[in-house]
Nanobody, 124 residues
Framework: QVQLVESGGGLVQAGGSLRLSCAAS????????MGWYRQAPGKQRELVAT???????NYADSVKGRFTISRDNAKNTVYLEMNSLKPEDTAVYYC??????????????????WGQGTQVTVSS
């Protein structure tokens, strides 16, 4: 069973920084893309940043220049360094692992997985 466990959320003042981590566990052979999404109250979940196994990154325009995504392929872990935080960054942040090749029992499967979410609150 593939599981994603996030950590690092919390309360910070505007202009501050936080670092999120997400570790994938299970009998994983390969993860193609890992990323972060967020959902604010009353809004739809939106992409924050993604990174492929080869290191290609993609960012939402709203976080470019402030957030940095990175990953450690050997540890199946993705990080999100968030700087110059704004109140509008307040949301539940979810980790995503896409096109995960893993052993599930006797079978090898390819699937997408989500973490449980971690709250980030930025006060003004």
């Amino acid at each position: 069973q593939v599981q994603l466990v996030e950590s690092g959320g919390g309360l910070v003042q505007a202009g501050g920084s936080l670092r999120l981590s997400c570790a994938a566990s299970g009998s994983i052979f390969r993860i193609h893309t890992m990323g972060w999404y967020r959902q604010a109250p009353g809004k739809q979940r939106e992409l924050v940043a993604t990174i492929t196994s080869g290191g290609t990154t993609n960012y939402a325009d709203s976080v470019k220049g402030r957030f940095t995504i990175s990953r450690d392929n050997a540890k199946n872990t993705v990080y999100l360094e968030m700087n110059s935080l704004k109140p509008e960054d307040t949301a539940v942040y979810y980790c995503n692992a896409a096109s995960v090749t893993a052993r599930q029992g006797q079978a090898v499967t390819i699937g997408d997985y989500w973490g449980q979410g971690t709250q980030v609150t930025v006060s003004s």
